[in-house]
């Protein structure tokens, strides 16, 4: 069982460029997350999907977007990277009320 | 937003020893709650996991105690090992699914 797939594990940008971070599970989970990790500190939510089709604003939410492309995959995207998106990106998906399950994580610099 | 915060952010132990990790927490309504473990590295893991009508919930090593009265959490590891040197954080959860993190707290295990 592969759970939670994050790609790529590395990427560096320049302020400015765009890229889509992509998470797939094969939990047959409904529900996913995008969360970012700064250094030092702990997850911060960025977006949340309840189910296919819907997705949710969480803590930081500016600068990104996001797509639940179906109910395996839920993609983030950065459209206009800046230094501050600089950060370790973690996907994490659940079911309802149980506990969140995690990628390995996608460390992104921007210069 | 929630706030989930944490008393300490380094506990160094000595080997053998109990280890305890704390978490406040501030949003009355949240009824899930969740330790995870994270390696240097890595996503987080699963550790344990208790809800609002319970206050005390045993693992293998583990036992978590929520204390709804005072907003408290806390992570109690028994003969602690140096493979438990890690950031524990906790997570809380409330009806809409949303799980938000506190800023971690480090343990180091000394041999």
């Known amino acids: 069982n592969a759970g939670v797939t994050q790609t790529p594990k590395f990427q560096v940008l320049k302020t400015g460029q765009s890229m889509t971070l992509q998470c797939a599970q094969d939990?047959?989970?409904?529900?996913m997350y995008w969360y970012r990790q700064d250094p030092g500190m702990g997850l911060r939510l960025i977006y949340y999907?309840?189910?296919?089709?819907?997705?949710d604003k969480g803590e930081v939410p500016n600068g990104y977007n996001v797509s639940r492309l179906n109910k395996r995959e839920f993609s983030l995207r950065l459209e206009s990277a800046a230094p501050s998106q600089t950060s370790v990106y973690f996907c994490?998906?659940?079911?309802?009320?149980?506990?969140?399950?995690f990628g390995q994580g996608t460390r992104l610099t921007v210069v | 937003g929630e706030s989930v915060g944490l008393h300490l952010p380094t506990l160094s132990v000595q080997e053998g020893d109990n280890s305890i990790i704390n978490c406040a927490y501030s949003?009355?309504?949240?009824?899930?709650f969740i330790w995870y473990k994270q390696e240097s590295g890595k996503g987080p893991q699963f550790i344990i996991d208790?809800?609002?009508?319970?206050d005390k919930r045993q693992g293998q090593r583990v036992t978590v105690l929520l204390n709804k009265t005072v907003k408290h959490l806390s992570l109690q590891i028994a003969a602690t090992q140096p493979g438990d040197s890690a950031v524990y954080f906790c997570?809380?959860?409330?009806?809409?699914?949303?799980?938000?993190f506190g800023s971690g707290t480090k343990l180091n295990v000394k041999p």
């Open positions: 994490a998906s659940s079911t309802a009320n149980t506990e969140a399950f």
């Open positions: 939990m047959n989970h409904n529900s």
């Open positions: 999907s309840a189910s296919e089709g819907t997705t």
């Open positions: 208790i809800r609002s009508n319970m």
């Open positions: 997570a809380e959860n409330n009806n809409f699914n949303k799980f938000y």
């Open positions: 949003n009355s309504a949240s009824d899930y």
